[in-house]
């Protein structure tokens, strides 16, 4: 696959203390920035502006009102992105910020200026930094505004960029028959062919702090991906090495084809 989309979840680049891994920040760029060397074009969809948000403001929990969490959201999204911008500029490359609400989606004439805009990034192999655009999304206008998680996001942005592969980086190696957190028997599966009714009976709660998807996400995601016959990686991004051996054909984590 040529041009992939890779999705980071809040776990991946916080510390569970709530504060920012820019050990992991740094590693995320280093590895995209040498796939970007490779010929590889990257889509980047990174949650964690919130969890960045907080942490700048000194914060330990997310406030009450949905306009003080947009406030903090629009903090955090500036900090990621400045935090990356940096990170990028070190390994040579330019990123640019593509925040997206629901509505660019549904209305064509919105979702073709924004799937230009990616096209021309990817034309100039920058890497486009995707979240959604939380000043817009209000939650009560959920089904208007809200794609509500970055898991649909990622495969939204798969579908408007044809791209052929989603990577989706969790706190978990891959989708398991039972919660692997709350149960030591879980099995892995390698591959999963299809997203049946009892495949997602099978995702339970999310345990990850600050992460707001959950597997249920991930798997309406998959279900995206393989309605457009592309296939998503789900597996650890603990070691953000584990991106060259995917992309070498290496069998990591689940495989939804
Ligand atoms: P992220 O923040 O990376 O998006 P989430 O915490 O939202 O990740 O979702 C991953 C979590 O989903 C795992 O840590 C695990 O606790 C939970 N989970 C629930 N059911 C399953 C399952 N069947 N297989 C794997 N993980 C599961």
Sequence with gaps: SKRIVIKVGTSTIMYPNGAINLQQME?????????LNQGKEII??????????LSRM?????????????????????ELMSLYSKFFYHYGHQI???LLTKDVTDFPVSRRNTVNTFEQLLVKNVIPIVNEND?????????????????TLSAIVLEL???????????????????????????RFD??????????????????????GGMITKLNAAQIVLEADKRMVLANGSDLTILFRILNGEAEGTLFS
């Design 27 to 35: 590693k995320l760029s280093f590895v995209l920035s040498d796939l």
């Design 44 to 53: 980047l969809v990174s949650s964690g502006a919130i969890g960045v948000g």
């Design 58 to 78: 000194n914060l330990t929990k997310r406030p009450a009102t949905i306009p003080e969490q947009q406030a903090i959201a629009s903090i955090g999204q500036t």
């Design 96 to 98: 640019g910020q593509v």
């Design 135 to 151: 000043t817009v999304s209000v939650e009560e206008l959920d089904h208007l505004t809200r794609f509500g998680d970055n898991d």
């Design 161 to 187: 960029t044809e791209a052929d592969l989603l990577i989706m980086l969790s706190d978990i190696d891959g989708f398991y028959d039972k919660n692997p957190m709350k149960h030591d028997d879980a099995k």
């Design 191 to 212: 591959v999963v062919s299809e997203v049946t009714e009892d495949i997602l009976a099978l995702a339970q709660d999310a345990t990850s702090k600050f992460g707001t």
